[in-house]
């Protein structure tokens, strides 16, 4: 988990350093269920919660 913090934490600061030079960017989405506080707390705006909403689903079989 602390090393999604660190990556978290970079594009956030990459989000608000573009915002800065002008950019209308409104939208940081990173992370996931999993991850959901680490997330939110490094500054995500959208994160992606399907798996703790639906539960987790199995993998697809490889297509041939």
């Given at each position: 988990?602390?090393?999604a913090?660190?990556?978290?934490k ?5 989000f608000e350093a573009?915002?800065?030079q002008?950019?209308?960017l409104d ?7 999993a991850?959901?506080?680490?997330a939110?707390?490094?500054g995500?705006?959208?994160?992606r ?15 041939a």
């Open positions: 988990m602390r090393a913090c660190e990556v978290f970079r594009a956030s600061d990459l573009l915002k800065a002008g950019l209308a939208t940081l989405s990173m992370g996931m269920s991850d959901l506080e680490a939110t707390a490094s995500s705006t959208l994160v919660v399907g798996s703790a909403i639906f539960g987790s689903r199995d993998a697809r079989p490889d297509k």
